[in-house]
Nanobody
């Protein structure tokens, strides 16, 4: 059984900053790719940023230069530092992980967190 526990969402004014965290726990031998997605009302879920185990990153064009993804492999935790927030960044942010379990080294599994609300408003 695996859990992804997100934290750090909230209400912030335009131009402000927030830092999201997502801690993975459970039957996890290794986490390959971790990422953050978001879904605004009436829109499809979209990739915000992702990071591999060795630190390679990719970002949505809309957040480049403003958001930074990082991870602590020892803690199975991924972070998303969000600066210069805009109203259009308002969404539910979901953590995502591709992982391998101790009981099955041959397969990779995907898991989603429950989401954390980020609201940017004056």
């Amino acid at each position: 059984q695996v859990q992804l526990v997100e934290s750090g969402g909230g209400l912030v004014q335009p131009g402000g900053s927030l830092r999201l965290s997502c801690a993975a726990s459970g039957n996890i031998f290794s986490i390959n790719r971790m990422g953050w997605y978001r879904q605004a009302p009436g829109k499809q879920r979209e990739l915000v940023a992702a990071i591999t185990k060795v630190g390679s990153t990719n970002y949505a064009d809309s957040v480049k230069g403003r958001f930074t993804i990082s991870r602590d492999n020892a803690k199975n935790t991924v972070y998303l530092q969000m600066n210069s927030l805009k109203v259009e960044d308002t969404a539910v942010y979901y953590c995502n992980a591709f992982y391998i379990t101790y009981s099955d080294f041959d397969d990779e599994f995907e898991y989603w967190g429950q989401g954390t609300q980020v609201t940017v408003s004056s």
